[in-house]
């Protein structure tokens, strides 16, 4: 049983964060630097973007975190240190001044970057700001770090749970930063999670590895893949349990716990894209194969044209069959039905690959909703699958036509 | 030698077109029916969408054209006529009702419809202006034509050619419908040629079919692949040329021509997406091999976050590193120079797949011109390719939130 509870990443035993304006980003007050520390040393897993553009921190962390432990991450917004010639050498730089402050080596410590690609990360608001983020260090800090990775975010992402592992409470938290860049293509954000359950390095990759399959990899905000995505977890073991080394009922409780935190920041993400109006959850069931299902719901998810339609309130369903088609998948159209729902309804709009009659009214009704679901039933098989999305608004113009400046 | 002329789909001797307004279309006034007519029986070539979803009237032309032959096109705008189960009856009944005004089998006709997807579309307005739309078949008729099968295109899309096939000369003209729901995916948008060069019909699909690979299918406005899509070509034989039946000097003076037709039509197509402020034209030199090439050039001028750049005529070159780097491209990031150009110059902005420094002000004023190019260099290999795309606006988002209604 996975219950809901406050603290984000200091919810778990001996995780503290914190959050400073260093003033990387020109904006005077938004705070731009987060740091989670565990008290001792943790079980360390980490996925990746699969650009092959890729930030320069992703290439530290992942030298850093190839023996399977950590002990802090720090995070930085308002440039992604990417594509500079110097990127590499800024990073472990970060990580160096930061071991010392903490007294911890280099190599246990996670680097980020979120931001503008391809203009040279300065080190010196970050060096100036080490000893202020290391001293706000807090179990109340979580919202800080929180705040510190934002980007366009408008909203703080942020979760904390608690469950139990071999009869111990174990408890786990998450905090994100979404918003634009975002695509199913491996690890699609900045996500750092905490736990003080004890479990192995290798279960902690697997079981990442494996849960972000349906979570992550399945949210998209605008199609296109970040450079610097990364989703990493720390695991104490602060709780006592026996550790988790295999597969079994401990792991499956892991599980549970982490899918919960991560497809509520799927969920926070794709509502949060940038410019967005409307969160969009496309759940497809009857799929003939998982990669039938997963193939639909991503394509629709990811369509201009249904996520134009979906601001405009708009129940244009012949664009929802129009990017199952498209999509590569394998599907018998003529078995096709698609509704639309949300909290005002259902509407079914599709029946065997062909329009039926139904109320606009209704529709619209449903369609104004903040949070709308996309139903499609393949009905030629049992497999299933969700994906999380947007609609596309004048707001996602606005906001990357002029990112930079 | 490939010189422009006037006269549209009517340039070509023996082709007549015309276009009315039927009453598909609420507007009352915007032409929604069109028809080309050859005096006699042409060869015919059709490329249509792959989408799994496809339009009725797709089906029906590709048993039409089966044979190799065809004598007209009609195509109607304001309904796609796909998706609705009466859907091929109804567009064989266009295409007998048409052969009996006209006096040809109804297997001579293509019929092609572009619209909403998946409202019945009412043969009656079709029926009753069938009289009109034929008598107003005349010799300069193409931009009556080209008008009926707009849709929310902004200007009307058509050229024409004269182009010498063993000393004929011959003249080839063509008419396209674009805007949104375009993605190079095989065949991308409404596209009608017509020529008076003799060539036999399996030459004339030879031709077609390896034309595309480099021009409508290297075409994107907004990453959905339409329902609807087909390119065809009728060729009459009425200029005199000995026909067309092999590879060789002849067939290269043809394809020239073609090439010029369609090359012309995509950057119309592109310019013209929906809500575009500004034409893209990727180019990318250097690749390895040419899918190498082909891959880097769309994935950029597909990615959302360039085309939105690109509206803010924002210099943001880190983007296109991005596309280049989720493209699944196997390049090497570090040979990548990358520089934006336009009528009023050239400005590097990376190289060696890291930022250099330019003058945002000379950036600024390339990037205000109407046709950007990008200009990528792989400086892997030798081979070159070109694709071609818009900006992201909020006009784009204005028209498709709220398209049906």
Known sequence: MVKTIIGGVCAAKGFKASGVHAGIRKNRTKKDLALILSEKKAAAACVYTTNLVKGAPLTVT??????????????????????????????EKTCSLLGEALGIPASDVVVASTGVIGQPLDITPIQNAIPALVSALSDEGSEAAAEGIMTTDTVRKEIAVEFT?????????????????????????????????????????????????????????????????????????????????????????FMEALNTVTVFLCRKIAGDGEGATKLLECKVEGGRDLITAKTVAKSVICSSLVKAAMFGADANWGRVLCAIGYSGADVDVSKIDVSFASAKGTVEVCKNGAGVAFSEEKAKEILLEPEIDVLIYLNDGEEKSVAWGCDLTYEYVRINGDYRT
Request: contains cysteine; aromatic residues 4%; hydrophobic residues 40%.
């Open 165 to 253: 592992v071999g009869g111990k409470v174990c408890k786990m938290g998450g905090i994100a930063k979404g918003s634009g860049m975002i695509h199913p293509n491996m690890a699609t954000m900045l996500v750092f999670i905490t736990t003080d359950c004890k479990i192995s390095p290798e279960m902690l990759q697997k079981g990442l590895s494996s849960d972000i399959e349906n979570t992550f990899n399945m949210v998209s905000v605008d199609g296109d893949t970040s450079t610097n995505d990364m989703v990493s977890v720390l695991a104490n073991g602060l709780a006592g349990n026996e550790e988790i080394v295999e597969e079994g009922e401990d792991f499956t409780a």
């Open 62 to 91: 992942k030298a850093h975190v190839q023996n399977g432990y950590a002990q802090a991450v720090i995070c930085n917004s308002g440039n992604a240190n990417t594509c500079n010639a110097n990127g590499v050498e800024i990073a």
